[in-house]
Every structure is written in C-alpha cells, then in structure tokens.
C-alpha cells in the first residue's frame, strides 16, 4: 500500500501496462459460469504486477443501478482470480470470505476502474487477499481510489464441508 491518502495522484500502474503476456480467463479464475456475471474485463501480468480492467455489467443485470455495489462484487471476484493466479490454488477450492475491509468511492469513476493485485503472505488456507484500486488516467499518473483486503480461507470441498457443518451445529446449539 501506498502512504498516499485516496485521491492522491500516484504513479503506477501505467496508463497503458506493457503486456508481459496473454488476457488471463478473468471469468473462469473468478469462478463465473456466465460471462455476463464476470465484472473483470482485461487481467494480465505486467512483470510482477496482476493487474485488471473491471467493466460494466451489462444493461439489465441486477447490479447495474449499484456501483459502489459493483465494485464490491468486482474486488471480490478479482480476489478470487488472485487465489488462482498468484497463490495457485486448485480450480475447484472453495472461497471463504472472512473479512471484508474495504476504502471504497461512493461513486467510482464512469471511464473505469483498473485493479492491481497486492502480495501479502498466506499462512496455511487462510490469504489476505490485497488489492488497490485506480482511476487510470491515460497520462502515466493513475489516481489511486480505494483498496480492499479480503481475509480468506481457500480450502478443498471436504474441508468447506466441515467447516460448514460446525458452523451449522455451532448456529443449533445457540438457538
């Protein structure tokens, strides 16, 4: 993370990233089955940086008329692509959402939104899945916007199940 407070003009990621290699599968690696549910546009590696386009969705989708919404949504799925893409967890893991703290606009920019992956360390299934989000201005100096931090268990579909068994069992006994 960067000392700037929001809103302060920050230089990269580039207005127009260099492409180290090809558009990732935003829409499968965020666990999408209809592309039109997928809010990433344009994922890619620059170097070392994942970095990410997010895109409206489409007229009529329920999200539409909420955009602080959709960026939530938008940094949720980025979060789960990171999963994939920078921690190399299995396709089919399950994605437990712990904690959500996020810096967000009320209002994002209408010409778009560019997110970039934050490394942090995972210790064992639990990620802190980082990222910040830009304006990208077009003039080499992005403005950063916001970021968000989702702390995250990533686990294998026996594991998801007990967890959620407890969880079930935890919930009946406090009734």
Same mark, same amino acid.
């Given at each position: 993370?960067?000392?700037?407070?929001?809103?302060?003009? !920050?230089?990269?990621?580039?207005?127009?990233?260099?492409?180290?290699?090809?558009?990732?599968?935003?829409?499968?690696?965020?666990?999408?089955?209809?592309?039109?549910?997928?809010?990433?546009?344009?994922?890619?590696?620059?170097?070392?940086?994942?970095?990410?386009?997010?895109?409206?969705?489409?007229?009529?989708?329920?999200?539409?008329?909420?955009?602080?919404?959709?960026?939530?949504?938008?940094?949720?799925?980025?979060?789960?692509?990171?999963?994939?893409?920078?921690?190399?967890?299995?396709?089919?893991?399950?994605?437990?959402?712990?904690?959500?703290?996020?810096?967000?606009?009320?209002?994002?920019?209408?010409?778009? !939104?560019?997110?970039?992956? !934050?490394?942090?360390?995972?210790?064992?299934?639990?990620?802190?899945?980082?990222?910040?989000?830009?304006?990208?201005?077009?003039?080499?100096?992005?403005?950063?916007?916001?970021?968000?931090?989702?702390?995250?268990?990533? !686990?294998?579909?026996?594991?998801?199940?007990?967890?959620?068994?407890?969880?079930?069992?935890?919930?009946?006994?406090?009734?």
């Amino acid at each position: 993370m960067t000392d700037a407070a929001p809103g302060t003009p !920050v230089p990269p990621p580039p207005a127009a990233p260099r492409r180290t290699g090809s558009s990732l599968p935003a829409a499968e690696l965020s666990h999408r089955s209809r592309q039109e549910n997928c809010l990433l546009d344009d994922v890619w590696w620059a170097d070392a940086r994942l970095l990410a386009s997010a895109t409206q969705p489409p007229a009529g989708h329920f999200l539409r008329d909420y955009p602080l919404e959709q960026l939530i949504e938008t940094s949720r799925q980025f979060a789960t692509l990171i999963g994939h893409a920078c921690y190399e967890r299995p396709m089919d893991s399950k994605f437990i959402l712990r904690t959500l703290e996020a810096d967000l606009p009320l209002t994002p920019p209408a010409d778009g !939104v560019r997110l970039e992956w !934050v490394p942090r360390p995972g210790k064992g299934r639990a990620f802190d899945l980082a990222m910040r989000l830009y304006h990208p201005s077009g003039d080499g100096l992005d403005t950063e916007i916001g970021n968000a931090h989702l702390d995250t268990l990533i !686990v294998d579909e026996r594991q998801y199940e007990t967890i959620r068994f407890r969880q079930r069992r935890t919930e009946d006994r406090a009734r």
